[in-house]
Nanobody, 122 residues
């Protein structure tokens, strides 16, 4: 049984920073993809950043240079460091995991967390 729990969301001013955390349990695959996705009201869910078991990363063009996905010392932790936040970053952010391999940015993710809200004001 795989469970993902996000934390670290909140409300910040434009230009500020937040770090989101994802704690995974029950996930024992040696090869995997983990990703951060977001969905704003009235918009489709979009991939923000992904990382695989070899620590290769991919980012949406809209967040390149501002966001960084990383794994913690404990391999069950994944972070999303968000700097230079913009109002358009406002969304519910979700952590997801998969083990199918391939291109993690376009992979189908089987396991999802409940989300954490990020609000950026101008």
């Amino acid at each position: 049984q795989v469970q993902l729990v996000e934390s670290g969301g909140g409300s910040v001013q434009a230009g500020g920073s937040l770090r989101l955390s994802c704690a995974a349990s029950g996930y024992t695959y040696s090869s995997y993809c983990m990703g951060w996705f977001r969905q704003a009201p009235g918009k489709e869910r979009e991939a923000v950043a992904t990382i695989d078991s070899d620590s290769s990363t991919s980012y949406a063009d809209s967040v390149k240079g501002r966001f960084t996905i990383s794994k913690g010392n404990a391999k069950n932790l994944v972070y999303l460091q968000m700097n230079s936040l913009k109002p358009e970053d406002t969304a519910m952010y979700y952590c997801a995991a998969d083990y199918s391999g391939g291109d993690c940015f376009t992979a189908w993710y089987k396991y999802w967390g409940q989300g954490t809200q990020v609000t950026v004001s101008s």
